[in-house]
């Protein structure tokens, strides 16, 4: 089993940038798929981005390709979400999932974090 803490969130203005790290515990980040989701208020839960266990391939929603990478440190066992030229419309809580196969853009994730609010003013 892995716990999973996110952090990194906060105020941002348009055009900026964040990253927000996702910190594992009781199991190494490179043994799963890791996933990032998004969900603003009063919407659903989205997929964003992910990294993938075996060969660290990534996939990104088609609003954040371009701007937004994930990447691991195996090192620090933690996931991170680099998010660049920030959008008002990229405003929600931002959470880190862990799956043990490949990546997928539904919720099919065994673990999740607790979230962490993004915000971004225009």
């Known amino acids: 089993q892995v716990q999973l803490v996110e952090s990194g969130g906060g105020l941002a203005q348009a055009g900026g940038s964040l990253r927000l790290s996702c910190a594992a515990s009781?199991?190494?980040?490179?043994?799963?798929?890791m996933g990032w989701f998004r969900q603003a208020p009063g919407k659903e839960r989205e997929f964003v981005g992910g990294?993938?266990?075996?060969?660290?391939?990534?996939d990104y929603t088609d609003s954040v390709k371009g701007r937004f990478a994930v990447s691991r440190d195996a090192a620090k066992n933690t996931v991170f979400l680099i998010m660049n030229s920030l959008k008002p419309e990229d405003t929600a809580v931002y959470y880190c999932?862990?799956?043990?196969?490949?990546?997928?853009?539904?919720?099919?994730?065994?673990?999740w974090g607790q979230g962490t609010q993004v915000t971004v003013s225009s």
């Open positions: 999932a862990a799956r043990s196969g490949t990546i997928v853009r539904t919720e099919r994730y065994d673990y």
């Open positions: 009781g199991r190494t980040v490179s043994g799963y798929t």
């Open positions: 990294i993938s266990r075996v060969t660290s391939s990534t």
